[in-house]
């Protein structure tokens, strides 16, 4: 069986869970680990023989190393996928792909140049959920698509990890204004968000917030996205979709994902949606079968210059034009 050699390059959240997600896969060969924390990568390795770096170039030059999962903050991740691209390496990069479009168009050219491998970690593309949904519009059994609400919360801890770093847009909103995107199959044309304004922010940035898009065919779409759900939420999270189209609807509902546990600790919707482990397989197929990655860098644009547009809506309270 062939398998691909690979590494990971922030360990954190996100980058742990992806490694725990390669471990359990036959085709991946962990080669090895970066994070400029040492327990993290102490964490990673202990009981296997995987390569530990504080520094990543080091990990980018180990010789059995063909493509790198980037997990660092979205800040960072122009500089190490254009290293990793400069050094032959495939590259899944996390969501959003940068935080600029230029960074954006810069990683997708030398990614290019160097003829490898660039896919951006648009995880909800790989849930049975939404990939049955996307089958159902494409395959026309809904009609023409009206409207669309999707909603995507966390809990306030979410917004408190990541202290201010990145707004709820960049943070959770990329994930839905792509799967719009990718559900519809047209390009969004314009949004306009507003922002809850009733309590005071803990950070600078949006963080809970309603934007409405026009897509290019007329389709109205309504994604409310924030993370202000209280810690006493069962789940930690709350993810709905409702698509009406003129020959039937569909909704979804990945908060209570159809399980709820009762314990002396409390109730609880544990997480049943796969999603991660699929997606790193898709990657990894990808490159050892040489076949066009399921969400590119273009795609990464797409879905930025969305959240781009919103955050500028917010300021100018007033439509914006995607561009
Ligand atoms: N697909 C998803 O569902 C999902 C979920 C969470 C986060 N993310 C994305 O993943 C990325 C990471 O988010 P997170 O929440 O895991 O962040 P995090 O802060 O928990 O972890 C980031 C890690 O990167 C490390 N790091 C920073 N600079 C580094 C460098 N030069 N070399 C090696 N390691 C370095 C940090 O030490 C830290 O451990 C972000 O882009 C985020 O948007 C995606």
Redesign the pocket.
Known sequence: MKSLGIGV?????????HVSMLKNLREANIVGV????QD?VNKAIAGTDIAGF???RQLLAHPELEAVIV????H??KD?CIEAAQAGKHIL????IATTVADGEEMIAAAKAANVKLMV???LRFVPHYVQARELIQSGKLGKIISVYSRRMNIITQAD??GG??GVL??LG??DFDLLHWLLGVEPDQVYTAESTSVAKRYPQENETFNTFKFKDGTLVCAQIGWNLTTAHPGGRDFKLTVIGDKGSLDIDLASQGLLMYSEFGSKFPSTAP??DV?DKAFIDCVLDDKPVPATGEDGIIALKMVLAAIDSIEKDAPVKIK
């Open positions: 390059i922030g360990l954190g959240a996100i980058g742990a869970k970066s994070d400029l924390n993290l504080t520094d990543y997990a660092t903050p979205d960072l991740h190490i990069v996390e969501k959003p970690g648009f995880t990890r990541l770093r990145i960049h943070f990329i994930h999603g991660l997606e």
